[in-house]
């Protein structure tokens, strides 16, 4: 088994792409060649077919997030939202924010007169209390 450089460019480019072993067998017609396709790699790039396909997948994934990047500051405002999420863990805050009003609304409440909020009822609860008639005890003895 032989390849032209034009095959190794073809391998590279799927390897970048994230295509697997398989993959890669199956489109240079060297199906059930797996171990002496590896061998090969070793061979010619001097590191195991893993490491060779780790790099070539890390080049992918640099140049795909390039990409978003352009694609994103060239206006397109959805990749902008979406790589703000990825990158800087933005997210959406309406529905969190509207929760957060409806728990700041102020409570107030009318007892014998004397309007109560959140942050007044317990003192007014509590002059309120000491104004009231105490009921009246017998001691028995």
Not at 66 to 93: I, P, S, Y
Request: charged share 35%.
């Amino acid at each position: 088994m032989e390849f032209s450089e034009e095959d190794w460019r073809r391998i590279e480019k799927m390897l970048i792409s994230h295509c697997g072993i398989d993959e890669i067998c199956g489109a240079m017609n060297i199906v059930g060649k797996e171990k002496e396709f590896k061998k090969l790699v070793k061979d010619k790039f001097g590191v195991s077919f893993e490491k060779y396909k780790e790099v070539k997948f890390g080049v992918g994934n640099a140049l795909l997030k390039m990409k978003q990047l352009e694609v994103a500051l060239n206006g397109d405002r959805f990749m902008l939202m979406w790589l703000g999420k990825q990158w800087l863990l933005q997210r959406d805050k309406i529905v969190e924010e509207k929760a957060m009003e409806m728990d700041k609304s102020i409570k107030i409440e009318i007892v014998n007169g004397v309007p109560l909020n959140n942050e007044t009822e317990h003192k007014v609860n509590t002059d309120i209390q000491r104004n009231l008639p105490q009921p009246k005890t017998d001691t028995i003895m």
